[in-house]
């Protein structure tokens, strides 16, 4: 994993395991890598592996068993989906449209580029 100097390291974190869930490489009551095993693989303190988890855990996206490790929550996936898709329609559109409109493109040239990106 290559991390930007853009966001915290332990911020990163939270984003990979987020894709993982949302890709279905981590899947719901999946245990994840211990605390040191990720802080090793991605070549980081393990408190900021600890402080990855924590905010997944607060958010209610991964639960820790005592004595057993950290696994995914039911529904997480579903969460992820939803505070994606929250930020896309709150954010992501409304910055987009006002690039447009800055830059003079139209709807018009908006549907084709669609159009074309389109899966078949």
Not at 61 to 88: C, E, F, H, P, T
Request: hydrophobic fraction near 40%; avoid cysteine; aromatic fraction near 6%.
């Amino acid at each position: 994993m290559n991390f930007q100097e853009s966001q915290p390291i332990f911020m990163q974190i939270v984003d990979y395991l987020k894709e993982e869930i949302l890709q279905d490489k981590l899947k719901t009551d999946e245990q994840l890598p211990s605390v040191r095993e990720l802080a090793v693989r991605l070549g980081v303190n393990p408190n900021t592996v600890m402080r990855a988890y924590e905010r997944l855990t607060t958010a209610e996206l991964i639960y820790m068993q005592r004595g057993k490790g950290y696994y995914v929550s039911n529904g997480a996936k579903k969460k992820i989906l939803a505070d994606r898709k929250r930020k896309l329609m709150s954010e992501t559109i409304p910055q987009l449209v006002s690039e447009m409109n800055l830059l003079g493109i139209n709807k018009e040239d908006i549907i084709a580029i669609l159009s074309q990106q389109a899966p078949a």
